[in-house]
C-alpha cells in the first residue's frame, strides 16, 4: 500500500486545517493508520491514530482536544483535522499504516508503511 498525505500549508495560530491521507488501495480495517510529525530539528513523534477498525482514535496529549482523526474502513482516505493550531505544531506530518497493537500504537517502527509528507507551517 502506497500512502500519500496531502493538505498542508500556511495557517496562522488559532486556525485550521485537514489533512487527508490517501492510499492505493483499501487499507485493511485490522490496520491502525496514524499520524506522526517532525519539526526542523526534532525527533519525530506520534500524533494521532485510528486503531484497528477504526474502533478507536488516540491522541498525544499536546493535541488531545485540538486534534481529531477520522476513518471509514470502507474507503480512504484518513482524514487529521486540526483546530486551534499553535506555533509549535508546524512540522512535517506523515501518515503510516500497519498492524500495530494498543501497547505499540505511538512507536514509529511499528508501522512499516509511510507516505511522503506534507507540511504544515503555523504562524503568529
Known amino acids: 500500500v502506497q500512502l500519500q498525505a496531502s493538505g498542508g500549508g500556511l495557517v496562522q495560530a488559532g486556525g485550521s486545517l485537514r489533512l487527508s491521507c490517501a492510499a492505493s488501495e483499501r487499507i485493511s480495517s485490522s490496520y491502525t493508520v496514524a499520524w506522526f510529525r517532525q519539526a526542523p530539528g526534532k525527533e519525530r513523534e506520534f500524533v494521532a491514530a485510528?486503531?484497528?477498525?477504526?474502533?478507536?482514535?488516540y491522541y498525544a496529549d499536546s493535541v488531545k482536544g485540538r486534534f481529531t482523526v477520522s476513518r471509514d474502513n470502507a474507503k480512504t482516505p484518513v482524514y487529521l483535522q486540526m483546530n486551534s493550531l499553535k506555533l509549535e505544531d508546524t512540522a512535517v506530518y506523515s501518515c503510516?499504516?500497519?498492524?500495530?497493537?494498543?501497547?505499540?500504537?505511538?512507536?514509529?517502527?511499528?508501522?512499516?508503511?509511510w507516505g511522503q509528507g506534507t507540511l504544515v507551517t503555523v504562524s503568529s
Open positions: 485510528s486503531g484497528r477498525n477504526g474502533a478507536r482514535a
Open positions: 503510516a499504516t500497519g498492524p500495530v497493537i494498543y501497547s505499540m500504537i505511538a512507536v514509529a517502527a511499528g508501522y512499516h508503511n
